[in-house]
């Protein structure tokens, strides 16, 4: 992903998704959903919900996006079935917000009733020690 990056390509755009290693599961007018290729440990099922435009925040996208968002943890919800969930959407700067891609996305996580580790989401630009 780095190498990615460094190069210029955002796998999260249109033109460069196949760089992602999972299939795309939806499409939307403004989001589309895969399973993330990393799943952080204490999830039973990680999926991102990525912003179809290349944009960093959430207010660059028009309110009617924030319903598809929505709509897109409904049927996740009701396709997984689960016991709980837990989303995180890191915003604007990643060097601040503790993003690995400057394409704004959402991470919907399943979370496992007993895990073997406690689900972490970094926001925050200081790496834990």
Not at 99 to 112: C, I, K, N, W
Request: hydrophobic share 45%; glycine share 6%.
């Amino acid at each position: 992903m780095a190498q990615l990056e460094a190069a210029g390509i955002c796998i999260f755009c249109a033109e460069h998704r196949h760089e992602h290693p999972q299939p795309v599961e939806h499409v939307g007018e403004h989001w589309w959903v895969t399973q993330n290729a990393f799943p952080y440990a204490g999830t039973l099922a990680h999926y991102l919900i990525v912003a179809v435009p290349h944009v960093a925040s959430f207010d660059e996208l028009p309110d009617a996006a924030g319903a598809e968002l929505w709509a897109l943890k409904r049927m996740l919800k009701a396709r997984l079935a689960p016991l709980a969930t837990a989303t995180v959407e890191r915003s604007g700067d990643m060097r601040l917000n503790g993003g690995s891609v400057a394409h704004l996305h959402t991470h919907f996580v399943v979370l496992d009733p007993e895990p073997a580790a406690t689900v972490r989401f970094r926001v925050s630009p200081r790496v834990p020690q």
